[in-house]
């Protein structure tokens, strides 16, 4: 039997391609057909993520000859939980629409499985959070796992 995908393509493909611009974009701009091809990811599907990524603030385009995307800032000062809140992917586990103490169920009661997504939610947020753009391109990764204890 095969498991629900937390993370949806949107997200996983906004990683991605932001790890290949961080390894590629030291020597400037790069642009979304390097990406795709590197990646393969269509360029439309890279359009519609690198506009979310730049309202987020964490590309910047660079328009002419040459142009093409760079890191807004340092590949050390992006987790990968922001890339993932840009691109609109949730890590929440639970189907409760609120936070409050009004739950999912039709009497307005939370589920009895409710502590046990939101707090799964919570810890693979910390984990992203944990997580730098930096670390992913340079294959720190399994350390980050490792350094990580689950409280």
């Known amino acids: ?63 002419g000859p040459g142009g093409g995307y760079v890191l807004a800032r340092q590949a050390a000062q992006i987790p990968v939980s922001d890339i993932v809140q840009a691109v609109d992917e949730s890590l929440k586990m639970t189907r409760c629409s609120n936070h409050g103490e009004t739950g999912c169920m039709a009497s307005k009661a939370r589920c009895l499985t409710h502590d046990l997504w939101d707090g799964l939610g919570r810890q693979i947020h910390d984990y992203l959070h944990a997580v730098s753009l930096a670390d992913v391109a340079a294959g720190r990764v399994k350390d980050k796992a490792l350094a990580i204890q689950v409280i």
């Open 1 to 63: 039997m095969r498991g629900k995908v937390i993370l949806g393509t949107k997200a996983r493909y906004a990683v991605m391609a932001m790890v290949e611009l961080a390894r590629r974009g030291m020597g400037g701009p790069v642009n979304l057909a390097e990406l795709a091809e590197a990646q393969e990811i269509t360029v439309p599907y890279l359009e519609q993520i690198f506009n979310k990524l730049r309202r987020g603030g964490l590309v910047k385009s660079v328009r």
